[in-house]
Structures are given as structure tokens and as C-alpha cells.
């Protein structure tokens, strides 16, 4: 599985969302993706990509574009 | 005690300051009650390594040992990539790693309060963030933290100690709020005097004025402590969260 393969399943997998609405999404933008949904998607994408991210980048992980940008901090290529 | 009455058999759990007293007498009774274990401490010793490779193989349980300083960010974060890859399913953590360093409140200099606060607090949840991430995706898990009944009632000498406990009782009661939903249960314990090397040192006229105050006239031994803490590990407590208690033998 390649890496943005990964990053989708993380979105689908905690929203129960598909994967051609992942680019749209936003925090709270979806009844999922609330402060609980929100901490188990950046909890999959710690284990996903064994990195540990700082809580600055957990409050600016906005949306799903956002979150490609922050990945990119822990040498996640997407 | 056999091994259908083992409260913890097949959970896993975390727990912080291990090489002594309340640490040390928790480790036991969790292995004693089948739980793996990720034994945190500071240093190593060669009578810690002993102890845990008995305890281990007479338990039939696994003790992970990790050696840590919790006031250090990078070293915390490498002990979590290290739990996390052992993948296994967290169950519980029990913070206890903590220091005292007396003062009276005239006499207690801000670096000496921002230390003790590091130590008790900001280390502890900075650990608690990370271990509880691990935790959310199972949706359940018990944090249990140590906080001291000086946070509740004060105690002559012990501003930066008791403002640090009196600290984490805040961070429970709201982190059993905003994990609830997650089904992880958070409680603390506030222990009054228990014959630990912290307070081996205190002078005998506090000693005795501290004994004539518990009802029931003697110093908690560590396991009484350790007891409580395997209670809101397991099941038993099920529908406890948020709390804190008290374990000081009816101090007043």
C-alpha cells in the first residue's frame, strides 16, 4: 500500500466516508470528523506512519489537505 | 490467589516509577494479577533488572523494562515508539513517577516550583497524551494518577509538592470528561503517609504529629496503596471515572 493509499484508508476508515469526498473534508465539516473523530484519525495516522506529531500540528490539522501538508514535517511523502 | 481471580489477566498496562515504593508494589500485584507490563523508570539497576526477571517468570507475565527521564520530551516520545511497537492493546496506565522537595510557601523559589511541576505534571501529561492515543482506537482504557491528599488539605512545607498534586486532580477530573467518550476511565488516588523512601527522611516530630491525625494509628504500607490502584485497573471499577481517592487510613 502506498502511502497517500494509507493516508485515504485513515479518512475512511475512522469517517466512514468514500474516498472521492476525502478532498473536500474539513474538520467538522462532517458529523465524523468532531473533536472525538478527530483524535482517533491523528491516533491511526501515528500508528499508520509510526511518527508522533506535535500538538501544535494535531490543532492545525484542519482538513484533508492540510493534513498532506503536515505530514510532510515527518518525512511522510504523499 | 488462582488464576481465575486474576483481575488483569490479559490486559496490558503501563506504569511509571517502578524501581520503588508505590511503583515498585504495583508492578508486583498487576504481574501477580496477569497483567503485562511496561515497567517505566528513570535508572537502571541491577537489583531491578533481578527483581523483574523473577517476578516475571514466577508470574508467568511479560515485563517490558524502559528506562526513561519523563522530563525529557525526546526520550518519552522514543519509549512510546517503543510501546507502540510492540503492538500490543494498552489497558491501563498508572502514573506514579513523582519527587517532593519541601519548603515552606515564604521559602519556595519559582525554579524549585517550576521543577516539582515538571516532574508531577507537565511530564505526566505530556506521557498521558501519548499513552492515551494508544488507547483511543480500542475504545476503552483506565489511566489511574497519584496525586496526595496535601492537594486536598495542605500540608505545612509542601507548596510546590501539593500545588503539583492539587494539579493533577484538575487534569483528571477534566480528562475523564473528554475521554469518556472513548470509554477510557481516568481517577486518581490521593494517598496520605505511606513508608516509601519519600517520606523515610521526614523528621520523627512530623512523623508523630503526622500519626496522631490517622484514625486508624499507623503508616500506610505501599501495597495498601498498590491494591487500590489494581481496583480501578480492572473491571471491578467499571463505572468509576473521575474520581479521586483518598487512601490515608482516615487522616484528619
Known amino acids: 500500500m502506498t502511502n497517500i493509499e494509507k493516508y485515504n484508508k485513515a479518512f475512511v476508515?475512522?469517517?466512514?466516508?468514500?474516498?472521492q469526498e476525502l478532498s473536500s473534508i474539513s474538520y467538522q465539516s462532517i458529523s465524523a470528523w468532531d473533536s472525538i473523530g478527530h483524535m482517533g484519525l491523528i491516533a491511526s495516522?501515528?500508528?499508520?506512519?509510526?511518527?508522533?506529531?506535535?500538538?501544535?500540528?494535531?490543532?492545525?490539522f484542519s482538513s484533508y489537505l492540510k493534513g498532506k501538508e503536515i505530514l510532510k514535517k515527518y518525512d511522510i511523502e504523499l | 490467589m488462582t488464576s481465575n481471580s486474576k483481575?488483569?489477566?490479559?490486559?496490558?498496562?503501563?506504569?511509571?516509577?517502578?524501581l520503588k515504593g508505590i511503583g515498585r508494589a504495583t508492578m508486583d500485584l498487576f504481574a501477580q494479577n496477569g497483567a503485562d507490563i511496561f515497567a517505566c523508570c528513570q535508572f537502571e539497576s541491577e537489583e531491578f533488572k533481578h527483581h523483574i526477571e523473577v517476578l516475571s517468570k514466577d508470574t508467568c507475565v511479560l515485563i517490558y523494562p524502559l528506562y526513561f527521564d519523563l522530563c525529557d520530551s525526546e526520550q518519552i516520545k522514543t519509549?512510546?515508539?517503543?510501546?507502540?511497537?510492540?503492538?500490543?492493546?494498552?489497558?491501563?496506565?498508572?502514573?506514579?513517577?513523582?519527587?517532593?522537595?519541601?519548603?515552606?510557601?515564604?521559602?519556595?523559589?519559582?525554579?524549585?516550583?517550576?521543577?516539582?511541576?515538571?516532574?508531577?505534571?507537565?511530564?505526566?501529561?505530556?506521557?498521558?497524551?501519548?499513552?492515551?492515543?494508544l488507547?483511543?482506537?480500542?475504545?476503552?482504557?483506565?489511566?489511574?494518577?497519584?496525586?496526595?491528599?496535601?492537594?486536598?488539605?495542605?500540608?505545612?512545607g509542601q507548596l510546590?509538592?501539593?500545588?503539583?498534586?492539587?494539579a493533577i486532580i484538575g487534569a483528571t477530573k477534566t480528562m475523564s470528561i473528554e475521554l469518556a467518550p472513548y470509554g477510557i476511565r481516568v481517577n486518581a488516588l490521593a494517598p496520605g503517609v505511606i513508608k516509601t523512601d519519600m517520606t523515610a527522611n521526614l523528621p520523627i516530630d512530623i512523623l508523630d504529629k503526622q500519626l496522631g491525625k490517622i484514625k486508624l494509628k499507623y503508616f500506610g504500607f505501599p501495597l495498601e496503596v498498590a491494591s487500590s490502584i489494581l481496583f480501578l485497573a480492572s473491571d471491578m471499577s467499571s463505572y468509576i471515572t473521575g474520581q479521586i481517592i483518598r487512601i490515608d487510613g482516615g487522616m484528619q
Do not use: P, W
Request: include cysteine; proline fraction near 0%; charge should be negative.
Open chain 1, 13 to 19: 476508515d475512522n469517517f466512514n466516508i468514500e474516498e
Open chain 1, 45 to 60: 495516522l501515528e500508528e499508520t506512519f509510526d511518527i508522533m506529531m506535535e500538538t501544535d500540528d494535531i490543532i492545525d
Open chain 2, 7 to 18: 483481575l488483569l489477566k490479559g490486559k496490558t498496562a503501563i506504569i511509571t516509577g517502578c
Open chain 2, 79 to 133: 519509549a512510546i515508539k517503543f510501546i507502540r511497537s510492540a503492538k500490543r492493546n494498552i489497558d491501563v496506565l498508572v502514573n506514579i513517577a513523582g519527587m517532593t522537595q519541601d519548603a515552606l510557601f515564604h521559602m519556595t523559589t519559582i525554579d524549585q516550583l517550576k521543577k516539582i511541576f515538571e516532574v508531577n505534571f507537565f511530564s505526566q501529561i505530556m506521557f498521558t497524551q501519548y499513552v492515551t492515543k
Open chain 2, 135 to 156: 488507547m483511543l482506537q480500542n475504545k476503552t482504557g483506565s489511566v489511574i494518577n497519584i496525586s496526595s491528599i496535601s492537594a486536598i488539605d495542605g500540608n505545612m
Open chain 2, 160 to 166: 510546590s509538592y501539593s500545588s503539583s498534586k492539587a
